[in-house]
């Protein structure tokens, strides 16, 4: 309740003693909040709000205690000192985040701890593309962030504004709508600098790095150990991506130690960072887990087709089929009409097809579900398919957030290769998947390679790496090679053999 609304009849009197109970309302008022600030593990009251009588944010995150109740595979135990960090960097964020008073007075027209909030770094994702890909470069700049320490702002647009809960208590992660720096006016006053323009013997107040896949020779150099000395006097960096380059991070010395401190088990680095990070708002949620009651409860195995095509004008479907099949019938993933003794014992499956066209739900639901829906417990459904990918339209984000949810809640998943949607949907599932080699027109595999190859873990591929960023070299145990689809991309790889 804010303190300019009614009080109630039993603390109100007469006019001799107004003041006395207005001050004990204020008190008893502001001490509750406190109380639930300080005691709640999730909360999402912040003082400001109480005081402002303005909107708080959620109060509760339904997704964030209930989720365990829908994804299968259990998640192994935060490292004790990934663990610790966590909690020192939520510290971190209240006290300098967007709801804290020192950010108030805090301006990056200024320099380096010219104001109250002057011990407080900051850098601000900036996203470009899809929403699987905002996900891994939000997850890449928030473990930027904790091993530089400072604290992460996300620059949304509006078409990403009821996704997720927010991951921080009693503090958001979102940039003021009316932040100095966004105003096109003021860009010239914070004289962004960006990485061909600085010199070594000053830091700019802000600077901002472009790391997107045609990013320049002068924002790679972002990735040089001798780099980051002069980044780290930043107070306000930018950083425009949408990529995952945690492999990189792992090459650099200078996080290499902490790197390894944080992760002894390098293979679930994706998987502890976005189950963190990303949790589905209560409005996401409703729809998630009531088409998930609806349609793949039941069910004794989920079967999740996530089909992604990026040049389909250029790619038969018959092709695409084709290697979704070959995949499938090889490894068994779902068995064929022909084994008819082994069908009628079959458990009841569910198969989920995430895609952007109708065309390849109605194939597999032919193939799987019509032809044996009579002899076996198979049905096969479709929650969304937009066509195409939609920019800056918050509907369409929200259903890919829906998909992606409802992937990760599967058994089995079959994944496209340089699909992000896909990789995000295995990070949270804890479910290595398998990768369907989708032909492609600009990068033509040879007949002999496989139709699929499952994933060696659960780490996203980097796909566009500097150019002097290399595999680790063979049989060093190195921790980072090359992609299962993608040749030229890096990926965590934790020692396993990889294509050099």
């Known amino acids: 309740m804010g303190l300019g609304k009614r ?42 709000f109480a005081l402002s009588g303005s909107t708080p944010p959620e109060q509760t995150c339904e997704s964030r205690e209930q989720r365990s109740s829908y994804l299968k595979h259990r998640t192994p135990e935060l490292p004790p000192y990934l663990l610790s960090k966590l909690q020192a960097y939520e510290r971190r964020h209240r006290r300098c985040g967007p709801l804290s008073e020192s950010f108030n007075t805090t301006s990056p027209l200024g320099t380096h701890n010219d104001s109250a909030g002057g011990d407080c770094k900051f850098v601000v994702y900036t996203p470009s593309q899809g929403l699987g890909n905002r996900i891994l470069g939000l997850t890449s700049t928030f473990l930027f962030a904790l091993l530089t320490d400072r604290v992460l702002l996300v620059d949304f647009s509006a078409d990403m504004g009821e996704l997720f809960c927010e991951p921080f208590p009693n503090s958001t992660w979102l940039l003021p709508g009316n932040f100095p720096f966004k105003s096109e006016e003021n860009v010239k006053k914070f004289k962004m600098r960006h990485f061909r323009d600085i010199s070594q013997n000053s830091a700019p107040a802000l600077l901002q790095i472009f790391l997107q896949d045609k990013y320049n020779e002068y924002d ?54 976005v189950k963190y990070l990303f949790s589905p708002s209560n409005q996401a949620w409703g729809q998630i887990t009531g088409f998930y009651e609806a349609y793949l409860a039941k069910a004794e195995e989920r079967i999740g087709f996530q089909i992604r095509v990026f040049e389909p004008k250029q790619t038969p479907f018959t092709a695409v089929m084709k290697q979704i099949t070959s995949c499938t019938q090889k490894h068994r993933l779902i068995l064929p009409q022909s084994d008819e003794v082994t069908l009628r014992n079959e458990t009841s499956k569910s198969i989920l097809v995430a ?31 937009e066509g195409k990918q939609h920019s800056g339209d918050n509907s369409h984000n929200m259903k890919a957030w829906m998909d992606i949810y409802l992937l990760s809640t599967s058994d089995v998943l079959v994944t496209s290769s340089m699909s992000t949607f896909g990789y995000v949907a295995a990070g949270i599932a804890g479910v290595k998947p398998w990768i369907v080699m989708i032909p492609d027109p600009y990068h033509p595999r040879g007949a002999d390679e496989p139709a699929c190859e499952r994933a060696i873990n659960l780490e996203p591929c980097f796909h566009f790496p500097p150019w002097f960023a290399y595999p680790d070299p063979p049989g060093t145990g190195g921790l980072v090679g090359r992609c299962e689809d993608v040749s030229w991309g890096l990926k965590l790889v934790g020692g396993h053999k990889t294509r050099r």
């Open 7 to 48: 009080l109630p009849e039993f603390i109100t009197g007469s006019s001799a003693n107004k003041f006395t109970v207005t001050a004990a309302a204020a008190f008893i008022a502001l001490s509750l909040v406190l109380i639930a600030t300080v005691c709640s593990p999730i909360s999402y009251f912040p003082l400001k």
């Open 220 to 273: 790679k150099l972002f990735f040089k150990d001798e780099n980051q000395g002069f980044v780290e006097r930043v107070p306000w960096l930018v950083l425009i991506h949408d990529g995952y380059f945690i492999p990189c991070l792992f090459q650099m010395q200078t996080f290499r130690s902490e790197l390894e401190k944080l992760f002894p088990d390098q293979e679930t680095v994706f998987h502890h960072l």
């Open 355 to 385: 895609s952007l066209s109708r065309k390849y739900y109605e194939e597999i639901d032919w193939m799987y579900g019509r032809r044996r829906r009579q002899s076996t417990g198979i049905a096969v459904y479709q929650a969304s398919h």
